[in-house]
């Protein structure tokens, strides 16, 4: 297996940052909208299974719809069972502990019912949606039971600072003003803070109370309001590539975009406008983020080795244009059908899932082979998803 290494030495980070980065460990995020990206993020993971990529990996950062994936792979992730000489878990393995859990997830609708809870008094949307979470896939299951390695994080927005909030296994944090236990949070708690989108799907209220919280070094805000209750929206709000949890940790970046989906808005300014104005500022932050990530991919520095390596894919792009040999790909119509589908947790069928699971699959093939695995061969066929 080829050995990944971008450079050690800090660039366009602070060198009082490279303690804690390793130019050799491997990042991987997965970015939000909806269940596209939970469907297409998972036909990605079928690829770097069959890679041997997935236990190479040291950290695992999403947001939105990408967490909801996230979440089930970090639940799944002790049962797999990957060969230690290839790295890769079996397909019944991948298939019964993942992707069917997946299929599951996305077969029903929940933003509707989320949505219409959030209107009544005393509830909080957010809140609803990780009851739903707990009680059709993530079963009870709680952050601290995660496995140690990788790091498993789910990416929130809290609005009380405007920073971004991290879940982990141990500790929750938002480095401007609080770090925090996870005794008493769930799995699907940490889902349903990263996917809490505006304004129907929010805010996530998150009860400190019978955790330990303390502020950390160097916090921005020392308020003792901040350490109590938390009110969190989707990760994306802040950073929709799911990038800031790894880049300034790992020299490997591999980053999945499930693509934003928005259309042209022509007619008068009215609520229904809000979403717009918030894809706008996403479309900012996701322009921005894909231009760093490019820029840390080009640049080299004094040793010789570029600041970052690593590979990144979008939905939507011609797939043509990774200029890689051509196996199996899915026709244009099937990935347009994939770029189009809904940014909703609305229920999709068995056809319309396999249409993004095999579009993630084929983007994530097409950007490993191009950028890091560049003498593997192509695949014969899709992925198996029987």
Partial sequence: MVKWRASSEAGLF????LSSYDPTAVGFSMSGGGYRATLFHAGAILRLNELGVLPRIDRISSVSGGSITNGILAKAWLKLDFDPATGVASENSIRTHFLDVVRNATSRTLDVRTGFAGFLPFVSAGNRLASLYDRYIFDGIWLAELPEHPK???????????????????????????????????VADAVAASSAFPPVLSPMRLDLRDEDVIVPDGARFNEPEL??????VDGGVYDNLGLEAIWKRCGVLISSYAGLNSAAEPSNFNFDHML??????????????????VSL??????DGLCERIGAYWTAGTDITKYKVPVGWVPSSDELNQAANTPTRLEALNRQEQDVVIRAGYAYADAGMRRYLLTEVE?????????
Avoid at 168 to 181: E, I, P, Q
Avoid at 276 to 293: G, H, K, N, Q, T
């Fill in 152 to 186: 498993f994080i789910f990416n929130a927005t809290n609005l009380q600072t405007q920073g971004l909030l991290r879940f982990t296994k141990n500790y929750l944090a938002d480095w401007r003003a609080l770090k925090s236990t996870t005794r008493g949070i769930r």
């Fill in 227 to 232: 350490l109590k209750e938390p009110i969190l």
């Fill in 378 to 386: 192509p695949p014969a066929g899709p992925p198996v998803l029987a």
């Fill in 297 to 302: 991919f080009q640049h080299k520095l004094a």
């Fill in 276 to 293: 717009p104005v918030i894809y706008s500022f996403l479309a900012s932050s996701i322009d921005w983020r894909e231009r760093m990530l």
């Fill in 14 to 17: 602070k060198p009082g940052e």
